[in-house]
């Protein structure tokens, strides 16, 4: 396998799909993983640049890949959309997280730790409880 320059990932509960690309910007993995494999698949994979949309799980994938060497930016799903060059899809949608990270003006979300995401949680709830 080439060396991989960028990798966008689009997450689910079980099946995660990988697209990425060289430096040449050639397609080496367009592939579709189950948690496990994901997550031997990126212990095994050199350092790279990891694409996930941000949402409540990304930032659980971003600690954890992060953990493995890896440099992970979470990308609002708002700025992910206009680079879907195709019917709306997991691969299509991978595809466009791996080409949208390549942007330079392109804005990301920061990681946050568990601590931060539970005190996130709990501002919500209140928030419901108390409307």
């Known amino acids: ?5 960028r990798i966008g990932m ?15 910007e050639e397609t080496v993995i367009r592939r579709q993983l189950r948690r496990r494999e994901m997550i031997k698949f990126f212990e095994n994979l050199p ?10 799980s990304s930032h ?6 992060g953990s493995f060497g890896h440099d992970v930016r979470l990308i609002p799903p708002q700025y992910v959309k206009p680079y879907v060059k195709r019917g709306k899809n997991d691969a299509a949608d991978a595809e466009a997280r791996c080409e949208a990270v ?3 003006s392109m804005r ?6 568990r601590d931060q995401q539970a005190a996130c949680m709990l501002m919500s ?7």
């Open 1 to 5: 396998m080439k060396p991989v320059l």
């Open 10 to 24: 689009d997450t689910s509960k079980n099946v995660f799909q990988l697209h990425g690309v060289d430096k040449g």
């Open 47 to 56: 350092p790279t640049l990891v694409a996930i949309e941000a949402c409540g």
């Open 60 to 65: 659980h994938w971003g600690r954890l890949l």
């Open 102 to 104: 390549s942007r330079p």
């Open 108 to 113: 990301f979300v920061p990681i946050k730790s």
């Open 125 to 131: 709830v209140r928030e419901r409880l108390s409307a």
